[in-house]
């Protein structure tokens, strides 16, 4: 919850090493905990907002499948942000 505290509070200040551009407008938080490598793959919505799209543990580079569903949870948010939003009832 640290990390995403930090994200919420930089926003796109957030650089290495806790953050890294991926591609086409997609990052990587970074997330080391026990000896493991964390990573919540997100993008930006506007200046206000990070969309946490994907999550994985990982040993070395973040895999092209991973990028790619964050890529299509992006390219779904974009068409339609209210669909894809999560609201608490």
């Not at 919850?1 to 991926?22: C, S, T, V």
């Not at 506007?46 to 994985?56: E, S, T, V, W, Y």
Request: charged fraction near 35%; hydrophobic fraction near 35%; glycine fraction near 6%.
């Amino acid at each position: 919850m640290i990390k995403i505290e930090r994200l919420r509070a930089l926003g796109h200040e957030l650089r290495r090493p806790e953050a890294d551009l991926l591609r086409q407008g997609n990052y990587e938080l970074r997330i080391g905990r026990e000896g493991m490598n964390y990573r919540i793959l997100y993008f930006f919505h506007g200046r206000m907002a990070a969309i946490l799209a994907h999550g994985l543990a990982k040993e070395r580079e973040v895999p092209a499948k991973d990028i790619r569903a964050a890529l299509e949870r992006k390219r779904l948010f974009e068409q339609d942000p209210q669909t894809h939003t999560y609201r608490e009832e």
